[in-house]
């Protein structure tokens, strides 16, 4: 199988050289490598109604195209497992029997070899939360147009539909910390949204974890928000170990310390998909000029 001519052909350059190393061993060990991303903000644009998100249209046929090139794909996000597999329409797909999808910050998993989502049991604090949200938003004068989303092991605060959404997000950012701990949950901020969520699962300890499993080489991680910090550091610590990874923002304005960590920032999903377009060429091209002969 060829390069097709329709799609990006000219992989950006990363602009640090832990970056362009982390590129260049992507490509010359596709076999090992992880193609690690966020759902939303990065795979899938950021919408008003969280219910409404999808994945980019370019986001499935680009990830089948590099599926059988690399090692796995993994699709880290908070969302449930489930909803991010079909959200995305990532089951029965093609060139992705090698993905999973790492829920709820890894505490939820689907395999596409399986179909199947495992889970432990729920933390008892994400129900009393749930129970006692409503009535605590309205007690300290939340702003109109705060609402709240039910993720199943976690519950979201939501500040994006309210007249000034940063101003709301701010003057809820201590109580819901302080109603968070006092049920053993923590709140992990994100734009315009505040999840509260049981300690111990965050992007970094879910990525990190499935690279040791699948004793990974190279990695390519791309998110758009603070909630990716923390893999954008199980990448870093990696790299400081010798072991390659490329980071990726998916550009955006509301994240700056994301894009000032990033190797490389992109212009939203429409960016992301074109990078993974540009790479499954640049592995294709690799691969006819290795095997011209070869079938496919």
Known sequence: MGSNPGKPRDLPTPTTAEGKEGLAALLAEPGRAV?????????????????????HPGAVP???????????????????????????GFAGVPGLERLVVL???GAERWDAASGEVHAPAPHPGVDAVRAELPGFLDRIGAWGGTWIEDKGRAVAVHTRRTED?????????????????????I?????????????????????NDYLREVHAGPVLYAGDDLGDLAAFGAVEKRRAAGLPGLLVCSGNEEVAELAARADLVVD???????????????????????WPDAPG
């Not at 709140?187 to 990525?207: I, N, Q, S, W, Y």
């Not at 429409?270 to 290795?290: F, M, R, Y």
Request: proline letters at 9%.
């Open 103 to 105: 829920g709820h910050y």
């Open 268 to 290: 939203g999903p429409a960016g992301v998909v074109a990078l993974l377009d540009a790479l499954a060429n640049a592995l294709e091209d690799a691969a006819v000029k290795a």
């Open 35 to 55: 193609i690690a991303l966020d759902f939303d903000g990065t795979l899938a644009p950021i919408v008003p109604d969280p219910d409404s998100a999808r994945a």
């Open 62 to 88: 680009a990830l089948a195209r590099l599926g059988p090139r690399v090692g796995s794909i993994a699709v880290v996000t908070g969302r449930p497992a489930g909803v991010a597999v079909r959200y995305g």
């Open 187 to 207: 709140v992990e901020p994100g734009r315009a949204v505040l999840e509260l969520r049981p300690p111990g699962m965050d992007k970094g300890v879910a990525l």
């Open 165 to 185: 959404p940063q101003a709301a997000f701010e003057a809820l950012r201590e109580p819901v910390a302080e109603l968070a701990a006092q049920h053993g949950l």
